[in-house]
């Protein structure tokens, strides 16, 4: 992200960038002091000996090269602004911030810096800010947001800059070189998500949801939306993954043809996986490719599907066999989301949360088991639950992004999963419920090949039953057709069935060619 201050020169944008640079872990560029570094003298002496447009042209290019710089606080100029060119750069995904300031207490901090500024070098200074404000306040009022900076300190109008813009929580950055995103985790996020939009500068905007999800957040959303100028298309389809198809990808497709969106467009999925997935195709697909970002509001979606580029819809034949590979431009991820998500759906999340602890980190497993109740109750520990679950995902899929190699680690628990959701329809269990499942019969057949401890075994299914999920496959469920759907599942190569296999808990190997007799009485053995 770029966070850009602007304002007339002695309201804080070089002490607020600095802070704000340290409070992020941004680098910080004064764009004059810049100027003065590959100049070789101070602004003051550039103006005198060169003359004003001669500054601005200098002024200009040392824009357009710190525009380039991602994950920055820039802090221009006084006059920066009054350059269109200069905002359409400093705006391009970044953030305009102008600081304000009253007259006098413009004066007042001028003063006590300390040598004088080169428009200031004049009789009546005060009377040269008044008008020279009156002049720009036109082009000041172009930033995307105002922090008045009379009576608060730098550190406190680099604090009020992050809570503007979502940045007071906790964030993981999923590095993919010039497609990475950040993943922003904390409480009010809906209410501030205006303002992150406005990094995207889109033509227009789509909120693509159902109509459980929307009706709870539409006023927090819309509000927010359009207190900076934002008015979306809203698109709604039924809640549930039978609705993940198709026939609702081509609603959707429709929908935004006839709302004339163009590849400057940007949609937003909130709600669950369901509307993670179907958005995330759609912006992959329509017109070759639109941005979009994710808004999960079930657990299961913030700790895994709204993170890593997965998208796709079902076929009758299998879970998510149509799909592509497709980066979110952007995660934002609100707790408060989850005080109104159903218990069977919390715990359904949770099951992807287990994954990770099984598959990469033994001592989040055993948090999982010694903070249960904190973790229930949506207190502090959940935060730290999200932000553990999405740093293990960030840094699997940094390394694999298209599942070469070590991201099928990630489908740890899934392939029998996914072959219990399609036998049973998509209808019978939510897909943390056939994921849980699937690990304990998973861990049960690693068992079977001598490759994992029977007590290992044993503390997954413990923990599954902690968080009231099942850990046994139903006795009506029948296994040749769980073999046959696995079968046509994506985890298939030639032929041959791929696992993904626990070896201790906190360690996994992916098996390439696991015996299908072996897989059966797994299965029967986990009834």
């Not at 769980?482 to 030639?494: L, R, W």
Request: proline share 3%; aromatic share 8%; glycine share 8%.
């Amino acid at each position: 992200m770029k966070i850009v201050l602007t304002g007339f020169m002695g309201t804080g944008k070089t002490s607020v960038g600095k802070e704000l640079g340290r409070k992020l872990g941004y680098r910080f560029i004064d764009t004059d002091e810049l100027i003065e570094e590959r100049e070789g003298k101070p602004v003051s002496l550039i103006f005198k000996e060169k003359g004003e447009d001669y500054f601005r042209k200098v002024e200009q290019a040392a824009v357009k090269e710190v525009s380039q710089i991602s994950n920055v606080v820039i802090a221009t100029g006084g006059g920066v602004i009054k350059s269109r060119k200069n905002l359409e750069n400093l705006g391009r995904r970044g953030i305009i911030i102008w600081l304000k300031a009253d007259p006098g207490i413009i004066l007042k901090r001028v003063m006590t810096e300390g040598g004088k500024r080169p428009l200031l070098d004049v009789e009546e200074p005060i009377n040269e800010i008044n008008n020279m404000l009156t002049e720009r306040l036109p082009l000041y009022q172009q930033a995307d947001t105002a922090v008045d900076t009379n009576y608060i300190t730098p550190r406190e109008t680099a604090q009020e800059i992050m809570e503007k813009l979502g940045l007071d929580g906790q964030s993981v950055t999923v590095d993919l070189k010039e497609r990475s995103y950040d993943i922003v985790i904390g409480s009010r996020l809906l209410q501030r998500l205006g303002l992150r939009l406005k990094e995207f500068r889109p033509s227009r905007v789509a909120v693509i949801s159902n109509k459980t999800i929307f009706p709870l957040y539409r006023d927090t959303l819309l509000e927010s939306l359009r207190e900076y100028n934002i008015v979306p298309e809203i698109f709604l389809i039924p809640d549930g993954e039978e609705y993940k198809d198709f026939l609702w990808t081509y609603y959707l497709h429709g929908e935004l043809l006839k709302a004339k969106f163009d590849r400057n467009s940007l949609l937003i999925a909130l709600g669950g996986g369901v509307i993670g997935d179907i958005t995330g195709f759609i912006a992959s697909t329509y017109m070759r490719g639109i941005r979009y970002i994710q808004v999960p509001t079930t657990l299961l979606a913030q700790v895994d599907s709204s993170v890593g580029g997965k998208t796709g819809v079902n076929h009758p034949l299998g879970k998510n066999m149509i799909g592509s590979f497709y980066q979110p431009s952007l995660v934002v991820i609100d707790i408060d989301t989850l005080k109104t998500l159903p218990r069977r759906e919390f715990h359904a999340g949770m099951a992807e949360v287990i994954k990770y602890g099984v598959i990469a980190d033994k001592e989040f497993f055993d948090f999982l088991k010694t903070d249960r109740e904190a973790i229930t109750s949506l207190g502090e520990s959940i935060i730290n639950v999200i932000k553990r679950s999405c740093e293990i995902k960030a840094g699997v899929v940094s390394e694999d992004e298209k599942e070469a190699g070590l991201r099928a680690i990630l489908n740890f628990g899934h392939t029998i999963g996914h072959a219990i959701e399609t036998v049973t329809g998509y209808r019978r269990f939510i897909h943390g419920e056939a994921v849980s499942m699937g690990m304990c019969a998973a861990a049960e057949l690693a068992v079977r090949m001598k490759i994992f401890q029977k007590d290992d075994a044993e503390k997954i299914k413990e923990l599954v039953e902690m968080y009231n999920l099942p850990a046994h496959i139903p006795d009506d469920l029948n296994v040749p057709d769980m073999i046959n759907a696995m079968e046509i599942d994506k985890k298939i190569q030639a032929g041959k069935l791929r696992f993904i296999l626990p070896e201790s808990i906190g360690k996994v190997r992916i098996e390439e060619d696991v015996d299908r007799e072996l897989i059966k009485e797994a299965i029967e053995a986990q009834r």
